[in-house]
């Protein structure tokens, strides 16, 4: 068995920053409601006419984490890529990555966890890794949510919390076991699958219901949540995830270093912070500046955190993630 750690990470968000105050214009909102209920300042969100994608942002991301594992394109084995927010119904945005990357014919996973997507995505390719099949993989998550939402006041409760951006990590074989990801923990639940859903378009209704009528008040095209029940379980499976990592490590919450809780709510990860009586530099936030961006909040804030300098050699890092599904995980790492 081998070990695998992060050689390389980068991240991009598109320049177009959305403020609360700019949300206000058309729609009910404010901001001080946005930031006492979820901490967010701005967000950014793609703008018309740009050429930025889900993968054109995955692809951009890649590059910079390809360049700085000291990598070449033509080096990546395998990619997985996590969004719920693809290019193309279908296929998914592996191959489109496969291609703007111009790599060889490797293989190109899709992932689809939601909130958890990079949690699941670097646990996929750790056990690649761990088996010897594969030496670098390219993990990337990224989400385009500003086009699918719904901007009016209708759909403020979820409007205002989302963003865009892109995140990416390549994973290396290393043969130091003490050394990179320790374990990952990942769960579902999905008699929630209704509690935080994009219910349309969908094999189930396409025909009959969605092209017949033709419906464009139909509330179906956009994400429903229901956001209190939402908070009560990401605060209880956030914790379980993280307990359940330190456990099967023999770790204690003494032993973190950097937690890098999954950017929904900065209450949900105060409220995290305050249960395992962590200090400001131990927890990683920037939800203020991104929103949340779903499979690429993760990525995205380890990316930050360490361009900051807040992860140093032999740190113990902890990634944990909650989100629709349900589904949660967390990845325990030593950097
Ligand atoms: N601006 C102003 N008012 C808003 C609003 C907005 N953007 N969105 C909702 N409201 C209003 C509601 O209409 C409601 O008004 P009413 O009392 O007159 O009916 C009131 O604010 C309270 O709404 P509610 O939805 O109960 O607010 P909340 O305190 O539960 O906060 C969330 C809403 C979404 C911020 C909160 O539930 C949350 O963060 N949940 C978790 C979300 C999450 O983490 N999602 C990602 C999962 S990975």
Redo the contacts with the bound molecule.
């Keep these: 068995m081998y070990n695998s750690k992060i050689s390389g990470l980068g991240y991009y968000v598109p320049d177009n920053i959305v403020t609360n105050n700019e949300l206000s214009k058309f729609m ?3 901001d001080a ?2 930031q006492e ?2 901490g967010i300042k701005e967000r950014r969100w793609i703008k018309e006419g740009s050429d930025d994608t889900t993968s054109v942002m995955g692809a951009k991301a890649s590059r910079i984490a390809i360049e700085r594992a000291g990598l070449k394109n033509e080096d990546i084995d395998f990619i997985v890529f996590a969004t719920l927010s693809p290019d193309y119904y279908f296929p998914g945005g592996g191959v489109q990555l496969q291609e703007m990357l111009d790599m060889k014919t490797i293989g190109a996973l899709d992932v689809r966890n939601q ?1 958890s997507g990079f949690i699941y995505a670097i646990s996929v390719a750790d056990q690649f890794i761990k088996t010897g099949m594969y030496n670098n993989i390219l993990v990337v998550g990224a989400e385009y949510h500003s086009s699918g939402l719904d901007k009016t006041t209708r759909g ?2 979820v409007s ?2 989302f963003g865009d951006g892109a995140g990416a990590a390549v994973l290396s074989r290393t043969n130091d076991n003490t050394k990179g990801i320790l374990s990952s923990h990942l769960h579902s639940e999905g008699k929630h699958a209704e509690e ?1 859903i994009v219910s349309s378009p969908s094999s189930k209704r396409w025909i009959n219901e969605i092209i017949d009528s033709n419906n464009k008040e139909d509330e179906s095209y956009y994400p429903y ?1 229901n ?2 029940f ?2 009560k379980h ?1 605060v209880v499976r956030f914790s379980e995830a993280i307990n359940e990592g330190l456990q099967a490590n023999n770790l204690r919450v003494s032993d973190i270093d950097m937690l890098i809780p ?1 950017q ?2 900065l ?2 990860s105060q409220f995290i912070q305050r249960k395992f009586k962590l200090n400001d530099d131990q927890v990683f936030n920037n939800i203020m500046k991104y929103g ?1 961006t779903t499979a690429a909040s993760v990525i995205i804030a380890l990316t930050e955190a360490w361009e900051k300098g807040k992860i140093k050699d032999n740190d113990l890092v902890v990634l944990a993630a ?3 599904g349900f589904t949660w995980g967390s990845v325990i790492m030593r950097w």
């Design positions: 009910d909102t404010n409601w946005i209920r979820t909130c403020r409760g205002v919390i935080l949540m956001g209190t939402v908070f990401a999954h929904a709510n209450r949900i949340n909650f989100g629709s």
